[in-house]
């Protein structure tokens, strides 16, 4: 696997987004915490916690629609175990959607009701956090019902902060998506890099499509077959499957070698896209699993 804990990649914008966090958070009801369905533990930045303290936190995993149902359910399951609140989204096929607004200001419900008591009727001030490339501004045009922010399929689109309002009801308050400065965690950063949060320009993307065709030999076999039309994968390695991927797929240069840069970007590609199926990246069970062997 390569190495990413050294990586030197933690650009200027994140701390200046961390310090923007930390500098709005006292006007803000809730805080809105978005999750990609297809990695919902990976995708947490564990230095979330840390800025946002004990503010009412709504969790949603977006992206459902790219992820897997069953995989989804046991994920929602998780979280709710650990006293949070979390909803499934997708902010393509709007599933969800509206019961954002609603799950958030149940989170606040007595302090809205005491307000309305004194006669007060603010709107709801809402911040969005998350990762780079998980749906922020997309979820938040869709909640303003238009193209109010830049959305954009690489991570680093949005830059600065900017509030837009729903009318009469709450404001968003959008904000650029932020990791962690480093990873302790080789797993959670190649998880990260295969659903497209860390730019692909730094990353080695041939290594990721080994390590990811291994992955998905190990849990989507049925899915990969079908894809590529191979017979079986069954004890193959990383860099064998995606070459045959290639062969298969044509993708031959001088002397019958394959281009194999090519066919590890298509796989990431199609892994992406869901082309290949819905395909989450991780499970509670694998949870458990880490925590048994660190504790021998
Ligand atoms: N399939 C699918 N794609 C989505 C969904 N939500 C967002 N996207 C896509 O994901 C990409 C990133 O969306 P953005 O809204 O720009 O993400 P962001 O979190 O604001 O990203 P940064 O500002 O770069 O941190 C875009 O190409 C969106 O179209 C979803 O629910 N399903
Ligand atoms: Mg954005």
């Known amino acids: 696997m390569q190495n990413l804990e050294n990586l030197q990649w933690y650009p200027g914008h994140m701390t200046k987004t961390r310090r923007l966090i930390e500098d709005n958070l006292k006007m803000i ?3 809105v915490e978005i999750l990609d369905a ?3 533990f990976s995708g947490r930045n564990p ?3 840390d800025i946002i303290k004990n503010k009412p936190r709504l969790l949603v995993l977006n992206k459902s629609d790219l992820a897997d149902k069953t995989r ?18 997708s902010c393509t096929t709007g599933m969800g959607i509206n019961k954002v607004l609603s799950q958030a200001r149940t989170l606040i419900q007595e302090k809205i009701n005491r307000e309305k008591e004194k006669g007060r009727n603010r709107t709801l001030k809402i911040m969005m956090v998350g990762i780079p490339n998980v749906g922020k501004s997309s979820l938040i045009n869709r909640l303003v019902g238009k193209a109010s922010t830049k959305t954009g399929d690489k991570p680093g689109v949005t830059r600065g902060k900017q509030w837009l309002r729903i009318k009469g009801d709450a404001e968003l308050l959008d904000t650029p998506g932020i990791l962690p400065p480093k990873f302790d965690d080789q797993t959670v950063a190649m998880r990260l890099a295969f659903t497209g949060a860390i730019r692909d320009e730094i990353m080695n993307t041939e290594l990721l499509s080994y390590e990811l065709c291994e992955y998905l030999r190990d849990n989507y ?24 991927i290639g062969r298969k797929r044509g993708f031959v240069i001088s002397g019958g ?17 869901a082309t290949i199926g819905n395909i989450t990246l991780e499970t509670p069970e694998d949870l458990e699993i880490k925590e048994n062997t660190a504790d021998k």
């Open 47 to 49: 230095n979330f916690d």
């Open 72 to 89: 989804t359910a046991k994920w929602i399951e998780w979280y709710k175990q650990q006293g949070l609140t979390v909803i499934p989204i």
């Open 221 to 244: 076999a049925d899915e990969l077959c079908k894809r590529y039309k191979l017979d079986s994968v069954d004890n193959l390695k990383g860099y064998e499957i995606l070459e045959k």
């Open 257 to 273: 070698e394959i281009d194999m840069e090519r066919a590890a970007n298509m796989v990431l590609d199609e892994l992406r896209s």
């Open 29 to 31: 009801d809730v805080v």
């Open 38 to 40: 297809r990695i919902p």
